[in-house]
């Protein structure tokens, strides 16, 4: 079982850290873009024998990972390095969580069983924070599914902002909204603790005070981009997320947005709504201590009230001028019944299917 991690922002100190050269075949996750980066020439350097897989989708399939399954066997691998985004990382993770399967069962009907196969995680993008997380998301028959163990928390981690300088515009705006995302969703969890606030306050902190450089393409901050990605991984590996990311996924497979986009197009409407209806709250600690989180984030937001930071968050998103509204009125029922129950758990003001509706709506 995965307790710790190893962490190194220097990509020499990978074989300290790791003792990666002791072992005999490298499986690097990775996508296409990764083919030619630093990263791999690293890895040559090294002498050490490597197969790279890439047989898998931007929102990675059941399938792909049972391919990947396969490939590890097929080539008597014993290192998994998950190198790119979101995607690349969660079929790192899977893959490990279900080496020790029965390969004649759905591996996602059977107890995960750890493994004592390393896997090391190299993040490109500044967002999702997998790397810090012990939980991962695939899809099968177009249904989102989580998967969740101890195992899939990465045992080392490389944070190299360089990385991130070969990002496509689109990508940094949407991995951007997705660590703001994760961070605020994680602050309000009913789940939230102090260390997961103190992880969350932090992130939403440093993207704050850096987004705008960041888009623009100042390599300045892209270090504080990368850290408050991981930060806002570490948050929501102990708070998760809420129901924000619940109704995000549906809108991903349907429509074809990331899953940033997707979840930033939810959260303010829930963030006003839970504002105006907080005696709804469902948070044990109850709706004062909920207020208080409210009030946080304002302060955090720069603003004397919940409208302001909601409008703030807003601002944000509308200066990345992506789209706003995506949703096809028709397929309303489709996405309603498609919202993750677990996360709407999570959430600190209950949510019935007509609020759904209603948000859903608002993206029509």
Known sequence: ????????????????????????????????????SHIIS??????????????????????????????????????????????????????????????????????????????????????????????????????????????LLPNYVLLDYRLLEGLPLYQKKSTLLDALCQSIESYWSVNSTDESKKYASEAIKLILDNYERYIAGNQIVYKYMIKASNLSGKAINISKTTAAHAMSYKLTSLYGVSHGHAVALCLPIIWNYMVLNIDKCCDYRGSEYLSSIFKELNVLFGTDDSIGAINRFVEIFNSFNIESKIVNRGDLDILINSVNVERLNNNPVSLEKDVIRKVYGMLC
Request: hydrophobic share 35%; with cysteine; glycine share 6%.
């Open 1 to 36: 079982m995965v307790c710790f991690q190893k962490y190194t922002y220097d990509l020499g100190e990978i074989d300290k850290i790791t003792n990666i050269s002791n072992y005999q075949h490298l499986m690097i996750v990775c996508g296409n873009s990764m083919i030619n």
């Open 42 to 151: 690293y890895f040559k350097s090294l002498n050490i024998k490597y197969s790279i897989f890439k047989d898998f989708k931007p929102n990675p399939l059941y399938e792909d990972v049972v391919k990947g399954v396969k490939f590890f066997k097929d080539n008597d691998c014993d290192f998994i390095i998950g190198l790119g985004g979101g995607s690349a990382l969660d079929v790192s993770k899977c893959i490990k969580a279900f080496l020790k399967l029965d390969v004649s069962i759905n591996y996602l009907e059977q107890e995960i069983l750890d493994c004592e196969v390393p896997l090391l995680a190299i993040p490109s993008t500044a967002g999702t924070g997998s790397e810090a997380t012990h939980f991962a998301v695939i899809y099968q028959n177009g249904e989102k599914c989580s998967v969740e163990h101890s195992c």
